[in-house]
């Protein structure tokens, strides 16, 4: 287990944060919701049929029959009233677990939700967008992966952040300097005193070759330093400039942010989930997310292929951001 991972846990034990885990009928949910409770990481709600799931010491409700079940129908109602959603709609709606959870949220019931081990992003992201909005301020709803890699020389210790692995397909230039931005600061919120350095890659180190996608990047680059000339962000870079010093003296000397980045902000989708489980699985690193940042409240998507291990990574990581939000 990483340094990172150890920090997270041990932040989520100093202030239990309920988290809820929609996807009682997988396996690994419930193999992972037995860890967290023996470490003693969150109070857990697992969202499932009660005679299905044994993991003593969380509390398990069955959406279809809970308590709260119509109070929760009545207020996404009011919620979606302007898309035209009736009370009986509603009913229905919070009778999915994701729905449920989500709800759960809003109303203060739960500090966080995890999804995504048998769901796709968009079954997580739409119930999050519809019930608890975007954070004030956001213009994209982006993600991201925390890579904890077995390589100390890069990073912060080994640790970087990977941008937009999960959920924006082909961003604008404009829309690439919110997610490097976006990452910068969720850098901040998990790494403490380390500084983020965010390097905006490509094919092309400093205009080195000519393309749509580098230029995208370079135009990216210099909106992200106009929002926000207070962080460190450089580019367009590719991947040895951004984190090999050697390499940066040779293809960007000028640079503050090559050679030292653990920020690292893909030009498209494609990219960066290639990217990320290139690293996975080629380089045996920690992978954790995709880490959604811009929603009002946690909400944290899972990868389809995740272990057990994973969730537990995520819940104590969504327990660190219910900390912050409070």
Known sequence: ?????????????????????????DPRTIEAAKKIVEEDLANLVILGNPDEIDVPGATVIDPRNAEKHEEYAQKFAELRAK????????????MDATYFGTMMVKMGDADGLVSGACHSTADTLRPALQILKTAPGTKLVSAFMIMCTKT???????????????????????????IAIASANSFKTFMGDVEPKVAMLSYSTMGSAGGDTAKKVQ???????????????????????AIVPSVAQLKAPESKVAGHANVLVFPN??????????????????????????IAKPVNDL?????????????????VQAQMAN
């Open 152 to 178: 100390p020389e890069f990073g912060a210790d080994g640790t970087l952040v990977f941008a937009d692995c999960g959920l924006n397909i082909a961003p604008t230039s404009d829309e690439l300097s919110e």
């Open 1 to 25: 287990m990483s340094d990172f991972l150890t920090r997270m846990k041990n932040a989520a034990k100093a202030d239990k944060k309920t988290i809820v885990l929609p996807e009682g009928e």
């Open 303 to 319: 990868s389809r292929g995740c272990s057990a291990d994973d969730i537990v990574g995520v819940v104590a990581i969504t327990a």
């Open 83 to 94: 898309k035209g959603v009736t009370i009986e709609q509603a009913r229905a709606q919070v």
């Open 219 to 241: 135009e990216a680059t210099a909106f992200a330093k106009e929002k926000a000339p207070e962080l460190a962000i450089d580019g367009d870079l590719q991947l040895d400039a």
């Open 269 to 294: 989708l494609e990219t960066g989930n290639i990217g990320y489980k290139l690293v996975q699985r080629f380089g045996g690193a920690e992978a954790y997310g995709p880490i959604l940042q811009g």
